[in-house]
């Protein structure tokens, strides 16, 4: 998956083997901050992926600055 600029510029990146295998972890099973469940979202693999989304819009927006 990626989250790119109108120009092509890719911001944000993850593999989907790897998002798939994350999101089928359980968040004990997890050491580091891989992944943090979102408050309002319970399904693993929603929350996680709007952490990427959110990863990708703090990374994109300085870009888009003119």
Partial sequence: MMI??????????INAN???DITALKPEDVES???RFSSTFEDPSTATYLRFLQ???RRGLPLLQP
Wanted: one cysteine or more; proline letters at 5%; hydrophobic letters at 40%.
């Fill in 4 to 13: 790119c600029l109108p120009n092509g510029t890719v911001v944000h990146h």
């Fill in 55 to 57: 990863e990708g819009l």
């Fill in 18 to 20: 790897y998002f798939l």
């Fill in 33 to 35: 901050n891989v992944f």
